[in-house]
């Protein structure tokens, strides 16, 4: 079972680009990708639009796809925890997201720590981008929060983007309720981590479309056990955010 973590549809300001839902259909069928976990782009104009979207292609594509909240953590406290609680409990999303770049936050500050505080009132992870954006995107400002909130599980995205590596897996370290996620990880750091961390803490993940064919190429070079190679791509995620029984099965080959 393949499952992608990190994948986007939707326009963003931000980034000035549009990730087409077709277009990360196709590259999943036509990679083997079982699953994707999808959510809007930071600086996305109408989230709760793009939220309805990934909805809609769930279930369209009923076991592959499985949303993540996206929404600007400046929002309103009220209005954010009641876009993340509709997404959550109607729309049977499994995350939420935040990124330090994309919105400009502090992961230590008020608007943060809200999203950590609806993230454990609804008994789902948070995905926080790390990597590019600092200082806000530095992984170790997620120490405090993690502390803060040991009952709830945070996910690093990118794992701090290849150039703060060391500084994610410190921040791993330290708070056992901090998970992984590796997009743009280098490969050989990438093998220290699961080696270092245990595949229990590591999770596959894609973020564009054109890069999901190199993050399955790198974990398949690593020459890894089976069994570690499948937590990797699929068995983690699958546990963290509760996917088991929701997932299409892959067809026998």
């Known amino acids: 079972m ?9 326009d963003t300001s931000v980034f000035d680009v549009v990730s087409d839902p077709s277009e990360l259909i196709e590259a999943m069928n036509a990679n083997g990708v079982d699953a994707s976990l999808v959510m809007p782009s930071a600086g996305c104009r109408d989230a709760a639009a793009v939220h309805n979207q990934i909805f809609e292609l769930g279930q369209a594509h009923p076991g ?3 949303g993540i909240v996206q929404l600007n953590p400046h929002t309103e406290p009220e209005a954010y925890e009641a876009e993340a609680t509709r997404c959550v409990k109607e729309l049977g999303f499994v995350a939420l997201k935040i ?3 994309g919105y400009g936050v502090n992961p230590l500050g008020r ?5 950590f505080r609806v993230g454990l009132k609804l008994r789902v992870p948070v995905m926080v981008h790390t990597g590019s954006g600092i200082p806000w995107a530095l992984p170790s400002l997620l120490i405090l929060p993690a502390q803060k909130y040991p009952d709830l599980p945070i996910v690093l995205a990118h794992a701090g983007m290849g150039v703060f590596t060391l500084d994610a897996y410190v921040t791993a370290r330290v708070c056992p309720n901090i998970y992984l996620e590796t997009s743009w990880a280098k490969p ?5 981590l699961i080696t270092e961390l245990g595949p229990e803490r590591i999770m596959l993940g894609m973020d564009l479309v054109s890069n999901m064919a190199v993050e ?3 974990y398949r070079s690593l ?4 069994s570690t190679l499948d937590a990797c791509m699929g068995g983690t995620a699958t546990r963290l955010f509760k996917l088991a029984g929701r997932l299409r099965q892959p067809t026998p080959a």
């Open 111 to 115: 608007s943060a720590d809200n999203v």
């Open 188 to 192: 050989g750091e990438l093998k220290w």
């Open 99 to 101: 990124h330090p770049l």
């Open 216 to 218: 399955l190429f790198k």
């Open 64 to 66: 592959r796809i499985f």
């Open 223 to 226: 020459q890894l056990p089976e």
């Open 2 to 10: 393949i499952v992608n973590t990190h994948a986007h549809i939707g």
